[in-house]
């Protein structure tokens, strides 16, 4: 009797001593994707949380869709810092919307602790083949050259006012030093459909989405925007080699709450980099046109906070704003 007293003081003891860290590694992590599910941010978060399950655990995706992102990142930002809801910061949710809303529910800046990048989609500034055949453009110097000759006859196509495509545009004219009319719609599929048939003259598009009209013909890819060419794209120049820096392309990762320990973090991002790095997560990547980039926490730290600097002048310049 004595013996079993003291086992239950003693596993009490216990008990009374875990952390919250601790005991979040017996719960479920939860992974909030801010966007809809089926959409390529869903599909790499859902392959990384069966990659990790053996050294975190059960990892449930819940899709927190709405308010350009903000109502899942917001989710994020309020949850509890043990280490048992993480998330997904992206381009439009830490970099973007910021400056974009007038009124915003979390401080993108402060109120997350990174965990790791997770992948960079480029994005590809198509024209409409049949057009770019007409005008004889074939290079991105060729569409420089006539919109500098023919200002304000050329448009462009996004998914609405603050988009990526619409910011990518307006950094281009403004180092291409042209003049391009902008055609909002609502939405990238609209906007894509809106350059297949003609009605506009070239996009700003995310590869993975560009694609398939790539290779059919239907589409020319004048240039990526990253820094680099794409390996997803072979022949394919960067912007960069013509406008020197110019640089924007599509990238999401994972974020857990600001306070969240960092012994925390530290095991969160052994086993995500781990996964990232898989050979299985690599190919199922591969073909969404996403490239893999695993980075340790102080990396995605000041690669968020340079994106919304980058940010806050690009939207400015452009005048876009959600109300």
Known sequence: MKRRHLLLCSLAASAALATPAALAQARPIRLIVPYAAGGPIDVTARVLAERV?????TVIIENRPGGGGNIGADAIAKAAPDGTTIGISAVAT????????SKMPYDAAKDFAPITQMVRVPNVLVMN???????KIETLRDLIAYARANPGKLNYGSGGNGSAGHLAGEMFKRDAGIFAVHIPYNGGNPAQLALLSGQVDFNFDNLATAAPNIRSGKLKALAVTTLQPSPNLPGVPAVAATLMGFAIDTWWGLVAPAGTPRDVIQKLNAAFVAALNSPEAKARFAGLM????????EEFGRFMHGELAKYEKVVKASGAKVD
């Open 53 to 57: 399950k053996d050294s975190l655990g």
């Open 94 to 101: 830490h970099a973007i919307n910021p400056w974009l809303f």
């Open 129 to 135: 083949a049949d057009t770019a055949a007409r005008l």
């Open 290 to 297: 996403a490239e893999p980039v695993a980075t340790t926490p």
